[in-house]
């Protein structure tokens, strides 16, 4: 029988039962070692280069601010004419840029409001914005409190839509 065996070829080792799962287990392990390995190579090589930025942080973003948004409608619920641009117009000039200097947005726009009498109103509207610093809030709500009462009683509306909301603010 020894002499059947001798003079057999031998089978290689990766053709052996149990050798192919020993070399991918081998070949696994090298890949893995290589992987983690390779940050701390890659770091090494950037030694001069300087650091990569972190990403921003919330107060690099912008300070935290109000924003402000006023809808002011423009049609008269007795029937009377709408409030004109030009009238729109002299009334930020007075009421509101004095009280918010620093800027503002007015976008027109158009909406509808059901009036005390359960009427749509379908009118031609004017959307204020406004912004100020957090800090100011107590201030400025006094401010646009009375920019409302003054719209409502010159033009003869039922309301004046506030709407506020916190932003991040840089310049």
Do not use: C
Not at 46 to 59: F, I, L, N, R, S
Not at 80 to 88: A, K, L, Y
Not at 98 to 123: M, V
């Amino acid at each position: 029988m020894r002499a059947f065996d001798e003079g057999m070829p031998t089978v290689p080792e990766t053709h052996k039962p149990g050798a192919r799962t020993r070399l991918r287990i081998a070949v696994a392990a090298s890949v893995l070692a290589l992987s983690v390995s390779a940050p701390a190579a890659y770091a090494a090589l950037d030694e001069g280069a300087p650091a990569a930025q972190p990403p921003k942080t919330v107060a690099e973003r912008g300070k935290p601010y109000i924003e402000t948004r006023l809808y002011f409608g423009t049609a008269d619920p007795d029937g009377g004419p709408p409030v004109t641009d030009r009238q729109f117009r002299a009334f930020i000039d007075k009421h509101v840029t004095p009280r918010f200097p620093e800027g503002l947005t007015i976008q027109d726009g158009r909406g509808q409001w059901k009036d005390k009498r359960g009427t749509i109103e379908r009118e031609r509207a004017y959307e204020l914005t406004v912004m100020y610093p957090e800090s100011e809030a107590p201030t400025h709500d006094g401010d646009i409190q009375r920019i409302r009462s003054a719209y409502k009683r010159l033009f003869n509306q039922e309301a004046v839509l506030r709407s506020d909301d916190t932003a991040r603010v840089s310049f």
